[in-house]
């Protein structure tokens, strides 16, 4: 099987808005059955990804943001791994906002983002990002109220930045968590927007 590793200068990943710590960090990303596990990741530059393929078939392709929404398969960027590759760690050396996809399953909507910023973003700009939603601590429902224009898809991380739920917002009517066992969480956006939620019974 042939195996098409390009990697060139970067813009990619962290996984927990929680955590902005100064060192540099490795965030796990898993190409796994068909999805992208976490599918949002947000990193400081000089951080590390570390991409793991199960199985080999699946690739990292970096797309425009055209692409990606139309879960497209033009590949645009820096980066083309895989297929053929069990595990890779690339490096995250420049900022911005890298939209990729699974060639062979882009159809099915197998795709993620990686965030890179400057440590000086996270610390100086966090209310720009504040995603706004409310009752917090809540019970069975939270309304989240999102900018004109946002993707709607919230994504529901624990503790550990791993994903345990998401949903579409819908207009004017409020997310049902009931589902959600009562815990801290973080509410994540496509759009870098996030809050920690804390659900209590």
């Known amino acids: 099987m042939k195996t098409d590793v390009m990697i060139r200068n970067t813009t990619l ?5 929680a ?3 100064q060192a540099q960090t490795t965030h796990q990303l898993a190409a796994i059955d068909f999805e992208f596990l976490p599918p ?22 970096q797309v425009s943001e055209e692409t990606w929404n139309t879960n497209g398969t033009e590949p645009e960027g820096n980066y083309n791994i895989g297929p053929g590759v069990s595990q890779i760690t690339i490096p995250l050396d420049a900022t911005g906002t ?9 159809a099915m909507g197998m795709k993620g983002i990686v965030n890179v910023m400057l ?65 801290v969480y973080v509410v994540r956006t496509l759009d870098r927007m996030h809050q ?3 659900v209590q019974r």
């Open 13 to 17: 990943p962290i996984l927990f808005v």
């Open 19 to 21: 955590c902005c710590a």
């Open 40 to 61: 949002v990741i947000d990193a400081v530059e000089g951080d590390s990804l570390r991409i793991s393929f199960s199985p080999t078939t699946h690739t990292f392709t």
């Open 98 to 106: 890298i939209h990729y996809i699974c060639l062979p399953h882009a």
């Open 119 to 183: 440590a000086t973003d996270i610390e100086d700009g966090p209310d720009a990002r504040t995603l706004a939603l409310y009752p917090n601590p809540a019970n069975e429902q939270v309304w989240i109220d999102l900018p004109v224009g946002a993707d709607r898809t919230v994504f529901f991380l624990d503790a550990t930045g791993r994903e345990v739920g998401r949903q579409q917002v819908p207009n004017d009517l409020p997310l049902w968590i009931g589902d959600l066992p009562p815990g």
């Open 196 to 198: 920690v939620l804390l």
